[in-house]
């Protein structure tokens, strides 16, 4: 069975500290990672996808990498727009989405 | 990326009633998702329409409870049928993009209470 853990739960940082939300995942046959951000009452804008070990990807302030268990999503220099609850989701084989529990983000000025 | 909307974007309903939620895209799709989403919690898949075909539900979910319509390749409805205050929750359709490999896009959400 798929599954996806997210951590920290939650994160909150003061605007220009830079940090890093964990996603694991075990998956039978990887199609796809996936990084969603989401703001309340909203639904799930999609982020990054990742197809293999070693790729990365980068948009603005954000880099999302990935390795064979797990995935990062590096957040440099963050702004108070930034605060969200990130989700992540893997697809494996020809099942649909998984996704984890996500991580609030939260920026201070 | 397929660009989604839903229809209502909130509702209040009394308990023993039915909701129908619209889904439209602006681009023909194969498959359709709907998605339901508790407060606090992450998103969770309800089932997958394909046009021509019999939804497909997953664990937990009964087409008596959440019948679903896919009458062709842009359009899909969900309705909640004979709610009960459980059922509040936001609920999400989305798409497979086709030309972006197994990626999906959500909708903007429908946010349902019931009272």
């Known amino acids: 069975e798929d599954q996806v853990t997210q951590s920290p739960e939650a994160l909150r940082l003061q605007e220009g500290e830079s940090s890093s939300l964990n996603c694991s995942y075990t998956?039978?046959?990887?199609?796809?990672l996936f990084w969603y951000r989401q703001d309340p009452g909203k639904g799930p804008e999609f982020l990054f996808t990742?197809?293999?070990a070693g790729e990365e990807k980068e948009k603005e302030r954000l880099k999302a990498t990935l390795t064979k268990k797990e995935s990062f999503l590096h957040i440099t220099a963050p702004k108070p727009e930034d605060s969200a609850t990130y989700l992540c989701a893997v697809r494996g084989g020809n099942t649909p989405l998984v996704f984890g529990k996500g991580t609030r983000l939260s920026v201070i000025a | 990326s397929a660009v989604i909307s839903q229809k209502p974007s909130r509702d209040i309903c009394q308990r023993g009633t039915s909701l129908t939620i619209q889904c439209q895209v602006d681009?023909?799709?194969?498959?359709m998702f709907w998605y339901r989403q508790q407060p606090g919690q992450s998103l969770t898949l309800i089932a997958t329409?394909?046009?021509?075909?019999?939804?497909?539900?997953e664990s937990g979910f009964v087409i008596d409870k959440f019948p679903i319509s896919r009458p062709n390749l842009t359009f899909s409805t969900l309705t909640v049928s004979n709610m009960s205050p459980e059922d509040s929750s936001i609920y999400l359709c989305s798409v497979d993009d086709a030309g972006s490999q197994y990626e999906q896009y959500f909708g903007p959400g429908t946010r349902l209470t019931v009272t």
């Open positions: 329409a394909n046009q021509g075909s019999e939804a497909t539900y």
């Open positions: 998956v039978s046959g990887l199609r796809g």
């Open positions: 990742l197809y293999s």
């Open positions: 681009s023909q799709v194969t498959m």
